[in-house]
């Protein structure tokens, strides 16, 4: 007689509860990022910070030296072309018939026996 009080379970119940059961089953946790992790991580964001604000600053100051190069050389450059004019300008005037023109201008006579030749070193 006991065996009519038990009514036989269906397949659809069986089916239920096992996916009742599947759902049931906990969740997998992601592992929690522990207090030394953090610190480390944080040590190497702020590494790369300095190291970012370190490469742009030594880059700023090259290229401020490559400039006052850059200035120098101009005004060597300018320089240069003064000192080559000027020596155009004495080669010119130290000509000798400017000369000779020049002294008959201001009176003076040319002695032979009393001309002195200099030579440039």
Same mark, same amino acid.
């Given at each position: 007689?006991s065996?009519?009080? +038990? *009514?036989?379970?269906?397949?659809s119940?069986t089916?239920?509860?096992?996916?009742v059961?599947?759902?049931?089953?906990?969740?997998? +946790? +992601?592992? *929690?990022?522990?207090?030394?992790e953090k610190?480390?991580?944080?040590i190497f964001?702020? #590494?790369v910070? #300095?190291?970012?604000?370190?490469?742009?600053?030594?880059e700023?100051?090259?290229y401020?030296?490559?400039?006052?190069?850059e $200035?120098? &050389?101009t005004?060597?450059?300018?320089k240069n072309?003064?000192? $080559?004019d000027?020596?155009? *300008?004495?080669s010119d005037?130290s +000509?000798y018939d400017r000369?000779? @023109?020049?002294? @008959?201008?201001l009176?003076? &006579?040319l002695d032979?026996?009393n001309?002195k030749?200099v030579?440039?070193?």
């Amino acid at each position: 007689m006991s065996n009519l009080a +038990r *009514q036989p379970k269906t397949s659809s119940e069986t089916q239920t509860q096992k996916q009742v059961e599947v759902q049931q089953q906990p969740l997998k +946790r +992601r592992a *929690q990022i522990t207090l030394g992790e953090k610190i480390i991580a944080s040590i190497f964001a702020l #590494f790369v910070v #300095f190291m970012a604000v370190k490469i742009i600053s030594t880059e700023a100051a090259i290229y401020n030296v490559n400039k006052s190069i850059e $200035d120098t &050389k101009t005004t060597i450059n300018s320089k240069n072309k003064a000192v $080559d004019d000027l020596k155009m *300008q004495v080669s010119d005037l130290s +000509r000798y018939d400017r000369i000779y @023109k020049k002294a @008959k201008e201001l009176g003076l &006579k040319l002695d032979e026996n009393n001309v002195k030749v200099v030579e440039n070193k």
